[in-house]
């Protein structure tokens, strides 16, 4: 397309609801299925539908974020005007932090007027999902639009986590509310509502315009779906476009991991028979960072009673692994983990540098990078002795963060 268009990434939020995982990280830069970042599939996405052109907002505890972009997204040519940049709050126009996704936008607006692109494609650097966005942008021009949100029918059961929009015949939006307990649902789908997914294609100049009437509004919470779309929709054209999924699968696939409860449904999706989400399509890959690193491999098979055995079952096993006379069964082990002799890991997920010791036991387990988990130890058998020591779930999720001793 002629068209210059300009990605921004809002990657600064703080994940409270995923604590202690966002303990010393930015939600984005959270651990996804062994070898990922959250960041790394909006990332991808943008890739593999040749946005070239990309900001990164970043905000809260952003050095593990900022670290793993330098390390596996230093990828584009800048001589082909290809970029991805790192821009901080950097309280160019006041002295405050981002106040909400709209202000991410107005603190930045110098970013637009250096660039001047035609059309700007807003993200969130926290969703996991697959989408060609170019096929958003082309929808967005066909309308004529000055805004294209990007919805996906979730059941109205889940309204209250999501903005919804109403639409007429055509697709423009006619209404739109942030997280409603009687929301408007689809005509002739009484069970179903369009909700936001969190990706906005803009007219750069309408975009501009809108951010500075709300910054100006003292009354206002500076957020997209708050406030500036209900405001564009009796101004603007604002149309609605229909999630076209990348995933090859018969459901669409976007999730919004903002609870460990989801996170954990979420990874051990990718350990079952069929995934809902396939991390194996070669036509869709997601990129991230992969450092130099051995293949894994299990050690010890001693037939004899008692003998130790290394095994893997059912589980995502990455590069750098070994497994050395324990068995692992229906879990994520990132890069370098080790488990020892006559351990074993049974529904959990292990991220870097994890070392279980001997005859430990993990059960629905989640460990945080370069925990060590003492000879003998065990953990998720016993919640309400876990809960003395770490967070445990609703649904008995036991978090070991990092920097955690135990003894």
């Known amino acids: 397309m002629a068209e210059k268009i300009l990605s921004m990434v809002l990657a600064g939020g703080k994940g409270e609801r995923l604590y202690p995982l966002t303990q010393d990280r930015a939600k984005p830069a959270v651990p996804f299925g062994g070898v990922y970042r959250i960041i790394d599939f909006t990332l991808s996405n943008c890739l593999n539908s040749g946005i070239r052109r990309i900001n990164l907002l970043t905000q809260y505890k952003s050095l593990s974020l900022n670290r793993h972009i330098m390390q596996g997204w230093n990828i584009f040519n800048p001589e082909l005007d290809e970029f991805i940049n ?19 936008i107005y603190q930045n607006i110098y970013v637009l007027q250096m660039d001047r692109p035609d ?21 967005h021009k066909k309308n004529k639009a000055d805004l294209t949100v990007a919805v996906i029918e979730m059941d109205k059961s889940l309204s209250r986590h999501l903005g919804v929009l109403e639409v007429d015949e055509e697709f423009r939006v006619i209404g739109f509310e942030e997280k409603p307990a009687v929301p408007k649902t689809i005509p002739g789908q009484p069970d179903l509502i369009l909700a936001n ?21 003292p009354d206002s919470q500076h957020d997209f779906g708050r406030n500036v779309i209900p405001a564009m929709i009796h ?34 999706d990718l350990i079952s028979v069929d995934p809902q989400f396939n991390i194996y399509d070669q036509e869709w890959p997601i990129r991230t960072f ?3 690193t051995p293949p894994a491999k299990t050690v010890f098979y001693e037939e004899h009673p008692g003998g130790r055995i290394g095994g893997v079952y059912s589980s995502l096993i990455c590069h750098g692994c070994i497994i050395s006379g324990g068995k692992v069964f ?13 351990a ?61 001793l135990l003894a």
């Open 290 to 292: 992969h450092p130099p």
């Open 330 to 342: 229906r879990s994520i082990l990132s890069p370098w983990v080790r488990v020892h002799s006559y």
């Open 86 to 104: 790192l821009i901080p709050a950097q309280q160019r126009v006041g002295e405050d932090w981002y106040l909400g996704t709209a202000d991410a």
């Open 119 to 139: 059309l700007v494609l807003i993200l969130s650097g926290d969703h996991i999902y697959k989408m060609n966005y170019m096929e958003m942008i082309a929808y």
């Open 197 to 217: 997914m969190g990706v906005y294609v803009f007219n750069t100049e309408v975009l501009v315009r809108r951010v500075i009437e709300d910054a100006k509004n």
């Open 344 to 404: 074993e890991v049974r529904d959990s997920i292990l991220m870097e540098g994890v070392e279980v010791g001997r005859y430990a036991r993990l059960n629905r387990v989640i460990v945080d990078k370069r925990v060590k988990i003492p000879e003998g130890y065990q953990i998720g058998f016993d919640l309400k002795e876990d809960a003395r020591k770490f967070t445990v779930t609703e649904s008995g999720i036991v978090v070991i963060p990092k920097g955690t």
């Open 235 to 268: 101004q603007d054209r604002v149309y609605a476009y229909s999630f076209r999924d990348e995933n090859k699968k018969v459901a669409k696939y976007w999730r919004d991991i903002g609870t460990i409860d989801a996170y954990y449904e979420a990874s051990m």
